[in-house]
């Protein structure tokens, strides 16, 4: 114990705000990996140009907002689990 520092509980690494930000940090990742996928298979499907472009441009992103908001897919969770632990 440092004199002048208040000693941290064993669960106390939970509340750091990084810890915190973490699950936030891993829906933008899951919603940026969404949105590339999403966009390649929408580019090789030909789905380019014309009215049909105007909406396969559309696409990824709402896709990808769209999975994140009904929980992602779980890659979220991974990436805070692997966080929590490099931080015992």
Known sequence: MIPGLPQL???AAAD?????????????FERLLLGEMARAMTESAGLAGGAAGILADQ??????????????IGL??????????GTR
Request: proline share 10%; charged share 20%; glycine share 18%.
């Open 59 to 72: 696409l990824p992103d709402v896709l990808a907002d769209a999975v994140v908001a009904g929980g992602g």
């Open 76 to 85: 979220a969770a991974t990436t805070g689990d692997e966080q929590r632990e």
């Open 9 to 11: 509980t064993p669960g």
């Open 16 to 28: 750091l705000p990084q810890q915190r930000a973490a699950p936030q940090a891993g829906l933008g």
